[in-house]
């Protein structure tokens, strides 16, 4: 990338999550590196940022749409991303998310600018409507490229949308973690003589924590001294709340909310559990392998398998072993201090290759095949 490159990144809000995590930290990092980068939410106006932005980075809001989702108000937000495209006249814009993706590449057709766009969940596990989906096929081949984020991903465009051109970059690993609102504090939870079972994402039941809460209260036994604390918000709090307390596991089984303080946290750990039924690709888990957290996942697609690469980097428990296998894998690791050393280690050292500076490398790459 040269000074003179310019680039409109388009996501659709800036609160916490990870497609926002992502964006914003490549936006700093191309920042950093001399470009001009204009961030902005295309669907929600009023979002705060949720995660820290270089002051380089200018956010441009679109103009509020007030009243309900129709299509007329659809069609008025699609001609002020035009609007902004065209005064901007960057030389590549860069989408999040199916819908800001489709919507980018409607905005800026005709305008001679490029436009990359960022599936950020393996495409037939995410449900979208049959309107959505033929957005998809009508837009995406109009795409410089479409990147994703695995390589299973890779393989379904390929089959499902091959006009589409597709290049896999995977999330870009920034250390240390940039320290967020909503600090939570850990020894107001956890005792300094405790083990501690982290898992961490979005209270919902594509995260499938209802099945680490069943394993780890069948491990009464094996895991006395030990806490499992589930960090985020979402739909599901109040379901998971009653499961705990059904589950009679109150005392050592925690959803404290949101935190901002992540380094501290995966620092903290001693096990990292993550039990999804479905990813585009696992933050929450490169960011525990980074920290040397020995690591349990669902081999679920997509993601998982290609960060945990062999049994000396982890443990990954077939979906079809349900509670069972995760019980198994969690027996095995709480109960053997120097295998959680040894796979942390690993995974440490599997994560480097995922590290920032090897990401942008591939996107400089990119960015520069596309002027």
């Not at 990092?29 to 669907?43: D, I, K, N, R």
């Not at 020894?187 to 079972?197: N, P, T, V, Y």
């Not at 709340?241 to 059904?246: A, D, K, N, Q, S």
């Not at 005392?251 to 585009?280: C, I």
Request: glycine fraction near 8%.
């Amino acid at each position: 990338m040269t000074d003179a490159t310019k680039l409109t990144v388009l996501v659709s809000s800036l609160s916490g999550g990870g497609a926002e995590r992502v964006a914003t930290t490549l936006c700093n990092a191309w920042c950093a590196a001399g470009c001009s980068v204009t961030l902005t939410p295309t669907f929600d106006a009023d979002s705060s940022a949720g995660y820290p932005l270089d002051p380089g980075v200018q956010v441009r809001r679109l103009p509020p749409a007030p009243g309900p989702k129709t299509p007329w108000r659809q069609l008025r937000r699609l001609r002020a991303l035009r609007r902004l495209i065209t005064s901007e006249r960057p030389d590549l814009v860069i989408t999040f998310l199916t819908n800001v993706n489709v919507a980018g590449l409607l905005a800026a057709w005709g305008t001679g600018v490029p436009v990359i766009v960022c599936e950020r969940i393996h495409p037939p596990l995410f449900p979208l409507s049959f309107w959505w989906r033929a957005l998809r096929q009508l837009t995406y081949p109009m795409a410089h490229t479409v990147v994703v984020q695995t390589e299973t991903t890779r393989a379904w465009f390929a089959s499902n949308l091959p006009r589409a051109k597709t290049s896999v970059i995977p999330n870009p690993l920034a250390l240390p973690l940039p320290d967020g609102p909503a600090e939570l504090p850990i020894a107001g939870l956890i005792d300094s003589d405790q083990r501690l079972i982290l898992a961490v994402g979005r209270l919902d039941p594509q995260k499938g924590f209802e099945d680490l809460l069943e394993a780890f209260a069948l491990l009464s036994h094996e895991t006395l001294g030990w806490r499992l604390v589930i960090l985020g918000e979402g739909p599901q709090r109040q379901a998971l709340e009653r499961t705990i307390e059904r589950l009679a596991i109150g005392g050592r089984a925690m959803l404290p909310g949101w935190a901002g303080n992540m380094q501290a946290w995966y620092a903290r750990a001693d096990l990292f559990v993550l039990t999804s039924r479905y990813e585009g690709f696992p933050n929450a888990l490169l960011e525990a392998m980074a920290h040397g957290v020995a690591c349990i996942a669902y081999d679920c697609p997509a993601g998982p398998a290609e960060l945990i690469d062999g049994p000396d980097c982890g443990r990954l428990v077939p979906p079809n072993q349900g509670v069972t296998g995760l019980t198994r894998a969690l027996v095995e690791l709480v109960g053997d201090a120097p295998m959680r050393e040894s796979l942390g280690q690993r995974a440490r050292e599997r994560a480097q290759s995922l590290s920032q500076p090897k990401v942008l490398q591939r996107w400089a790459k990119l960015i520069g095949g596309g002027r």
